[in-house]
């Protein structure tokens, strides 16, 4: 049995699996929120890369020479981060920030783009004026883009990190609540009598586990009819072993009482006739035991001519004793897959009873077709037959026609239609030929 600590837990797994699939939901509009986010804010620092560079191409009508740069205040924690450079004709520098270094922010003198200046990296907008003769580079350290970008990043993370443990308190209450009706379920299995097979309760069971609850109702249903038929097959197999038993021991104390040794042989050929029986009726309740599971061992190619001549050989001793005939009607052959064992059980019973209880002098027939995709055995006896109201009786285990002053199990009917079932076959029982006699018609798919 397994260990229960170290078997799959459906809740453990269904937490798991939430709260994995909700952090990685959050990791992915993340990434997609942090790069949109990073690509607006460098879109915007552009802007204002360009709205500066106008300004400053706006503002060189003045005496630039005049400006003081070197002592301009920071008015703002950025403002040593953001440069200017104005070159006269491109080479000579005519004015810059405080901050600004005495050599092109930019090779690239027009428009955007990257540079790395005295081991720093900026990112720079050129311009010239209008003349052509003066040229603006307005230029931005890359670590304040990256340090605006992290700071962005941490403020999407940050409440989602504090959310987390909310999200997974509130999925472990969600999935402990929806596991309740399969927890009461176990419990009403657990707490159960073995003997109590009635359906479970369902009233309060989900959707989901109804489908469970009813395979479990409907494995109850099959445990409590196996239970039942084995109760009462255990019940009359001891009734009817009473009996031959019974008789064999009165047989046996009449032996020993006996005064003369035609007496005593006389009731040692009844014991002998008592064992025969008992022996007949175990192996008949064996063979039944054997076909309770309903189960085919194997199937092959049978032959259904050939497995009716074996088992009529086999009968033949008996036929010939009680002054019997029995014949096998001429045809071709009829093949079908089974059990080969099985079938010769089926055709050995079938020929049996009809020995059994044919008179002497009278003849037993036996006849394998083919018609119209199915196979046909047929065993025609000239007895006294079965009256029509009795006949779906006697398909039950143990019932015996009365009147006909043969012994038997009662089981022999039950055990071909047991078999017959098992090969998906249909048993039917008529009156011979004549209306006289019985005639049983097993059909084979």
Same mark, same amino acid.
């Given at each position: ?14 937490l798991l699996g939430l709260l994995l699939a909700t952090v990685l939901a959050w990791g992915v509009a993340l990434s997609f929120s942090y790069r949109d986010a990073r690509h607006e804010l460098n879109e915007l620092l552009d802007a204002y890369l360009a709205q500066s560079t106008s300004l400053l191409i706006s503002q060189l009508g003045q005496e630039g020479d005049e400006i003081d740069t070197e002592h301009v205040p920071s008015l703002h924690r950025y403002s ?67 340090? %605006? @970008? ?6 999407? $993370?940050?409440?989602? &990190? /504090? *959310? #987390?443990?909310? =999200? ?103 014991? %002998? @006739? ?6 007949? $009726?175990?192996?008949? &309740? /064996? *063979? #039944?035991?054997? =076909? ?154």
């Open positions: 049995m397994p260990n229960p600590r170290s078997a799959p837990s459906i809740k453990r797994r269904l040593r981060k953001v440069v200017f450079q104005v070159w006269e004709h491109g080479e000579r520098l005519r004015l810059h920030s405080q901050a600004a270094p005495n050599t092109h922010l930019s090779n690239v003198l027009e428009g955007y783009s990257d540079a790395t200046v005295e081991g720093e990296n900026w990112r720079v907008y050129s311009a010239w004026d209008a003349k052509h003769e003066t040229l603006v580079q307005v230029g931005e350290r890359r670590e304040v883009r990256d340090k %605006l @970008a992290r700071e962005i990043a941490e403020n999407l $993370l940050r409440p989602l &990190l /504090l *959310t #987390l443990p909310v =999200l997974g308190l509130i999925i472990w209450l969600g999935v402990s609540r929806g596991l309740r009706p399969l927890a009461a379920l176990r419990q009403q299995v657990e707490s159960r009598d073995p003997n109590n097979l009635s359906p479970l309760d369902a009233s309060q069971v989900p959707v989901e586990v109804a489908p469970l609850v009813q395979s479990l109702d409907s494995l109850f249903a099959r445990v409590r009819a196996l239970l039942d038929n084995e109760r009462r097959f255990t019940a009359d197999a001891a009734h009817e072993l009473r009996t031959p038993l019974a008789a064999i021991k009165t047989q046996a104390q009449v032996a020993r009482g006996a005064s003369g040794d035609e007496e005593r042989k006389h009731a040692l050929d009844n014991v %002998l @006739a008592g064992c025969d029986r008992a022996t007949h $009726l175990v192996a008949q &309740l /064996l *063979t #039944l035991a054997r =076909l309770e599971p309903g189960q085919l061992s194997r199937h092959e190619a049978c032959d259904l001519r050939k497995l009716a001549a074996a088992a009529i050989a086999e009968m033949a001793p008996g036929a010939v004793e009680k002054g019997v005939e029995v014949q096998l009607i001429e045809g071709a052959e009829v093949t079908i897959d089974g059990a080969p064992d099985l079938l010769h059980i089926l055709m050995r019973n079938l020929i049996d009873n009809a020995i059994r209880y044919s008179p002497k002098g009278s003849s037993v027939s036996v006849a394998v077709t083919a018609h119209n995709g199915t196979a046909q055995l047929i065993v025609s006896d000239q007895g006294s037959g079965i009256p029509v109201e009795a006949r779906p009786l006697v398909w039950e285990r143990f019932h015996r026609v009365l009147g006909t002053g043969e012994s038997g199990s009662g089981l022999g009917l039950s055990i071909v239609k047991r078999i017959a079932e098992l090969h998906g076959a249909e048993a039917h029982l008529a009156e011979g030929e004549g209306g006289k006699g019985l005639r049983v018609t097993v059909t084979f798919p």
